[in-house]
Nanobody
Framework: QVQLVESGGGLVQAGGSLRLSCAAS????????MAWFRQAPGKERDFVAS????????YYADSVKGRFTISRDNAKNTVYLQMNSLKPEDTAIYYC??????????????WGQGTQVTVSS
């Protein structure tokens, strides 16, 4: 069993930055690829970024490429999402998920509770 807890969300002005964290429990964390998704009000949950178990491979949605960076620290059982140049359309609840790098929601077994990110214009 894996438990995921996100943190780091908040209110930020457009152009600002936030760093989200996802702390995972479980001794097999460093064997899991991980991902971030987000869900805006009234919209479906969408893939944002993923990272391999080693951290050597990353993948991003086109909408965040060049602005967001996913990383991980296996010693701390934590995955991060550094978000720069934030836009109002980035406003959403952000979720981390495991295991895998798929862009498809149903492929993931474990989800965090989410953290709210609000970007004001």
């Amino acid at each position: 069993q894996v438990q995921l807890v996100e943190s780091g969300g908040g209110l930020v002005q457009a152009g600002g930055s936030l760093r989200l964290s996802c702390a995972a429990s479980g001794r097999t964390f460093n064997r899991y690829a991980m991902a971030w998704f987000r869900q805006a009000p009234g919209k479906e949950r969408d893939f944002v970024a993923s990272i391999s178990w080693s951290g050597s491979s990353t993948y991003y949605a086109d909408s965040v490429k060049g602005r967001f960076t996913i990383s991980r620290d296996n010693a701390k059982n934590t995955v991060y999402l550094q978000m720069n140049s934030l836009k109002p359309e980035d406003t959403a609840i952000y979720y981390c998920a495991a295991p895998g790098t798929s862009t498809v929601i149903k492929d993931y077994n474990y989800w965090g509770q989410g953290t709210q990110v609000t970007v004001s214009s």
